[in-house]
């Protein structure tokens, strides 16, 4: 009986395999595009934080045109780089997004929403001089950490 049961497990997973790698496969498009989308999100934080904490010298073409590139991301429809599971390092994706973003859809949906609204103030300050910047990056900082921290998992 336990041999049977082997042999049947056996069977399974063989059988399985093909799906799932189809499954990681179809996953792997969004999740880079997504991976892509953060990535030039921390290239504009970074210029901006850089100005604010005094790291680099202020300069309002580089301060406006990063915190209009965050707005722009912020915008963009990534509706369909977030499939469910895409989180999941057992398909291959290797992404920091914790499972529950997956099952916390409307409060994802409010944070994203409060990003967007504290990028909107910051696009309105953020080239009228280092004090308009410091004042509007704040809330940004605090809207990006909203999502971050209860669904981005630690660097490991």
């Known amino acids: 009986m336990l041999n049977a049961l082997r042999k049947a497990g056996i069977v399974i997973a063989i059988v399985a395999m093909p799906a799932i790698a189809a499954q990681a496969a179809d996953m792997s498009k969004p999740v880079a595009a997504r991976k892509a989308v953060m990535k030039v999100n ?47 390092d057992k398909l291959g ?26 990028l909107e103030s910051l696009v309105k300050v953020a080239g009228t001089g280092l004090e308009g910047l410091k004042g509007g990056i704040g809330a940004v900082g605090k809207a990006c950490g909203g999502c971050h921290k209860p669904f981005r998992a630690k660097k490991k």
């Open 42 to 88: 921390g290239f504009y934080m970074g210029q901006l934080g850089g100005m604010a904490k005094g790291k680099m010298a202020y300069d309002a073409k580089v301060a406006q045109g990063a915190a209009n590139g965050l707005l722009a991301l912020a915008k963009l429809d990534t509706s369909k780089m977030w499939l469910k599971d895409s989180g999941n």
């Open 93 to 118: 994706t290797k992404t920091r997004a914790k499972p529950e973003i997956w099952s916390t859809y409307p409060d994802v949906a409010n944070k994203a929403k409060a990003l967007e609204t504290a």
